[in-house]
Structure formats: C-alpha cells, structure tokens
C-alpha cells in the first residue's frame, strides 16, 4: 500500500560542513552602483516586497506568541512544547507561513523569492525565541514588535555551499578582483573607477571573470545585476587583496541601505561579504605591535584621567620615567563648537517642522496663549501658529500620542537622514582619533596600563554608574 505521506529527501547522510573557527571571520562592505533609474527601482521593489513579508510574519508570530501566553492551563496539562507546536510557533512553521504569504501575493514572487521570505522568516524566529526561552542570565526579552519600514535596511543572504559548485542562492558575487582592476584601468594602467560604472551582462556566471557584481537570480522580470564599486585609494589596495583574493572564501552576502540625503532616491545600498579569514591587519601595524610589545614589556603606565585632558606617566622599576598629556588642542575645539552649532539649527528645524505638521499633539507656549486671549477679549480672529508649548501629555508626562505616529514632510527626514549621516561621520572621525592617539601610546609607554590599582577595562565598565 503506498503511503500518502509527502516525500522529502530525508536527513543528510554525509557529514555537514562547519565553518573553522580558527580561520576567523571578516566581513567587507561593497559599495553597490545604484545610478540606473531601473536597477534602482528593482532595488526598491524588493525591499518594499521583503518588508511586506517580514511584517506579515512578525503579525502572525506575534499572535502566535499571544496565544501561546495564553494557554497556561494547556501547558500545565500537557506541555509547552505541544502547545507551540500547536500555535504554530517554530522555525518550520514561520518558514511555511512566509511561503505561504508569498504564494497568497503573486505580485511579490517579481521581486521576492522564496529563499529570501525563508531567511526573513529565520530573523522573525530569532527575535521570538529571545522572548520565549531565557538566556544565560534567566532573562526573556519582551514581546515582539513590527518593525517600521524605515528601520528595515537588511536583506539576508543564504551562505554559500563549500562542499557542492556553483551553489549559492540568493546574493551571489560573481566576477574577480584583477578583472575588475583591468576593466577601470585608465591609460596610466591607475585604478580609476567613473562616477557611473558600466552595466555588466554575462550569460556564464559562474565563468565569469570580468569586474565585480552583485547578482540575485530567480526573479520573474530576470536577475538583478548591480554593479561594485571598490575604493580605489592605493592605501585600501590590500584590504581588497586580503579579501577578494581567493574567492572560495567568500561565504556570504547581506544587502544593506542606509539614508544618505545625496544618493539617488535617498538610499545607499551596500553588500556585506562575509570572507572567511582574519581581519585585515596592515604589515605597519603588526610590526608597529610586535615593537611595542617587546620594548615596553618591562614598562608599568599609569593613566589619569579627566574631562578635558588625559596624563600618562610610564617607568620602569622607578627609572626611565615618561609623561605624556593628550588635550584638545584650539583647531579641533572650533571644529566641535561649530559642528554643536550646525546640530542646534538642525534640531530646531526638526522640531518646527514636526509641530507644524502635528499641531493638534501640542499646547500654546504661555506667550501665545495669553495673546490668544487678548485677541479674543478684543474680538479678532484667532491667528494660525505653530505652538511652541510642551506636548499633551497625562499626569505622568506620558505623551497621549506616540511620537511614531506623526506626520513627517520629506524635507524633515532629508534634514533626519542628514543628521544621522553627519553624526555617523564625527563619530567615526573620533574612533580614528582615539585610535591613533591609543597607538602612540602604547608605543611609547607600553601595554600594561593601570588606572587606581584596577585593571582599566574592569574600571572602565563601571563609569556613569
């Protein structure tokens, strides 16, 4: 009698592949060449399709969370592991329901596929197992939230095969580092890349060997090709050789968007490679920290420190004393007062415009209340005014409306998205600061700093507390 069971292949015989941990992990971000109007576009439409997936798992996960909640009695009696089974609350069965808003939606199979609504599924299940099961500490998280369409800006890839070829689904990378060098070349032989790269085409991916591109194939309108754009300074030249060498490495890939005011459609998009291998460490800096870990290994630093300035002394054994005293000198304090007062007129425009848009959330300042008044006593008509006041808000200074919910012009996300943009560039400009203010240092006084008999990183975990 045969048996109306549906067939699967059944468990993986061989042995499943497992990333080395000790090749180590390094992830490269490559700029994607989003200038085409129409890649643009497909671009777009997946990420409104993949949004529209992950918020209609996120919904029916959350309901599922809600009835599993609910259902003490049936977990008492039975078990908690029967009733999520029941609720539908697993990796197989978010993984089934995103399929199954895909297949109900015909529209989204142009842009989505069913790989990527499975990964989109597996970020879902994450966030519900954090709130269901406990962590090392005996903690759950909360419950789930929907996410908003402007925090979405990751579409997950599926990992490369490392043990069948030319198996890679979802976001592949396709082509080589020297075909791409040869193909921006100019008459120099310089690596020089144009403002608009040239549209790539191959019907041989997996032969192909010409400049970088980004590929999603399984779409109804055709694959998506979208150009790379390597940084083209020579000091980034052996990051890229480190990285893009050896393409048996590559592992995975992620499309990330970011809010960029100057880019076309107010987004740039980038792919994360996930490369297995070390980080990039320069030749100068590994000599640079096998010196200093050699001369200053007898060195004892002291370290004290303040608001506004930093005093290092070194010595060793008593003998051989170093100082040192690291402040902000006069140029970088006219550039910080500046940038505070380029943030202030920002804010400010940020402010006016969401209380204009969102006048019923506010109240009249006191000046424009009692000239209200005024107006009123003397019989004139009320005047149209931005208020100025504090939002409704309860007895607890609880807003009565979430901030969520306002109405926002495109001119104040451009000034939002040029906010984060600019805060993202000072706070990397101080991350490279600190970073070569800390390598000189160390280079000078040693390693083994001590700040009031503590180790500093133990020390340093306690401050503002």
Same mark, same amino acid.
């Given at each position: 009698?045969?048996? *109306? %069971?549906?067939?699967?292949?059944? &468990?993986?015989?061989?042995?499943?592949?497992?990333?080395n941990p000790e090749a180590g992990m390094s992830v490269l971000r490559l700029a994607l060449d989003t200038s085409d109007p129409l890649q643009r576009a497909r671009v777009e439409a997946m990420y409104q399709g993949a949004y529209q997936v992950k918020r209609a798992s996120q919904r029916?996960?959350?309901?599922?969370? +809600?009835?599993?909640?609910?259902?003490?009695? !049936?977990?008492?009696?039975?078990?908690?592991?029967?009733?999520? !089974?029941?609720?539908? @609350?697993?990796?197989?069965? @978010? %993984?089934?329901?995103?399929?199954?808003? @895909?297949?109900?939606?015909?529209?989204?199979?142009?842009h989505v596929t069913k790989a990527l609504a499975m990964h989109l599924a597996d970020g879902v299940w994450t966030a519900v197992e954090r709130h269901l099961f406990r962590d090392a500490s005996g903690k759950r998280h909360g419950a789930l939230r929907i996410g908003r369409w402007y925090n979405f800006t990751r579409l997950p890839g599926r990992a490369r095969s490392h043990t069948t070829e030319r198996k890679w689904e979802t976001f592949r990378l396709h082509g080589t580092l020297a075909g791409h060098r040869a193909a921006y070349a100019d008459r120099n032989g310089h690596f020089v890349q144009p403002r608009t790269l040239q549209p790539i085409h191959s019907d041989a991916w997996w032969t192909y060997a010409g400049p970088l591109a980004l590929v999603f194939s399984g779409l109804a309108d055709g694959t998506l090709v979208l150009p790379v754009r390597l940084p083209t300074a020579p000091s980034n030249q052996p990051a890229l050789d480190h990285h893009l060498a050896?393409? *048996?490495?590559?592992?995975k890939i992620d499309v990330v968007r970011t809010q960029d005011p100057e880019a076309a459609g107010g987004w740039r998009y980038e792919a994360h490679l996930m490369v297995l291998t070390q980080p990039y460490v320069s030749a100068s800096t590994t000599q640079r920290r096998a010196r200093a870990a050699i001369e200053t290994a007898d060195r004892t630093v002291g370290i004290d420190v303040n608001v506004s300035k930093l005093s290092v002394a070194s010595h060793v054994t008593g003998r051989d004393v170093r100082l *040192?005293?690291?402040? +902000?000198d006069e140029p970088r304090q006219q550039r910080d007062r500046g940038r505070t007062r380029r943030e202030r007129r920002r804010q400010r425009a940020l402010d006016r415009s969401r209380r204009a848009l969102n006048r019923q959330h506010y109240q009249l300042s006191k000046r424009q209340a009692k000239r209200a008044r005024r107006r009123a006593e003397?019989?004139?008509? &009320?005047?149209?005014?931005?208020?100025?006041? &504090? +939002?409704?808000?309860?007895a607890d200074r609880v807003p009565l409306t979430s901030y969520k919910t306002d109405r926002l012009s495109a001119r104040h996300r451009q000034l939002r998205a040029a906010q984060v943009a600019d805060a993202a560039s000072a706070t990397q400009a101080r991350r490279d600061h600190a970073r070569e203010v800390a390598a000189g240092l160390?280079?000078?006084h040693g390693y083994q700093i001590v700040v009031e008999d503590v180790r500093l990183p133990s020390w340093s975990a306690s401050w503002g507390r």
């Open positions: 009698m045969a048996s *109306s %069971e549906k067939r699967t292949r059944g &468990p993986n015989r061989g042995a499943a592949w497992a990333r029916q996960a959350k309901n599922a969370c +809600r009835a599993f909640w609910a259902a003490c009695h !049936e977990r008492d009696e039975k078990s908690p592991a029967s009733v999520r !089974e029941r609720v539908g @609350l697993s990796r197989t069965s @978010l %993984e089934h329901a995103a399929y199954g808003h @895909l297949d109900a939606a015909p529209h989204l199979r142009r050896d393409p *048996s490495r590559w592992h *040192s005293r690291i402040v +902000r003397a019989g004139l008509s &009320p005047v149209d005014v931005i208020p100025a006041g &504090p +939002r409704l808000a309860r160390v280079a000078r």
